[in-house]
């Protein structure tokens, strides 16, 4: 997917899933390499754009570095990778979802997990959101 909406680092998630919000906070990727975090909740044009660039944001959240997007499992591959390993949370994000084989494996069950969660909260996909 070469098109760019934005020319600067950022992680796409979803801002009404606690699971997500907390993440991509959690990492702190924002103080340690100026990602700008962007809720696609709020950001309609990217949320239209990567749509229409076929990826299936309620199946991953995607990370923009360096020019190029990372979806899924290599979003949370990537952020693994770039995070420090400061406290037992931290490093065992590093461990489980610095490798891609990993990642892999584990992240399909996270997005279902979301899921499963936005439906316990009464919160919508973002299917459901778009106009």
Known sequence: MSEKLYDFNYIAYDGECPMCNSYVHYIRLRDE?????????????????????????????????????????????????????????KRLNKKFF?????????YPWLARGRGVLLKILGRKKFSDTLS
């Open 33 to 89: 390499f100026g990602f700008r975090m962007i809720n696609l909740r709020e950001d309609s044009d990217l949320r239209e754009f990567l749509t229409k660039q076929g990826y299936d944001l309620n199946k991953g959240m995607i990370v923009q570095y360096e020019g190029r997007d990372y979806y899924g499992p290599s979003a949370v591959e990537i952020m693994a990778k770039l995070s420090d390993d400061a406290g037992l949370i």
């Open 98 to 106: 610095s490798s891609e084989k990993r990642s892999a494996v584990i």
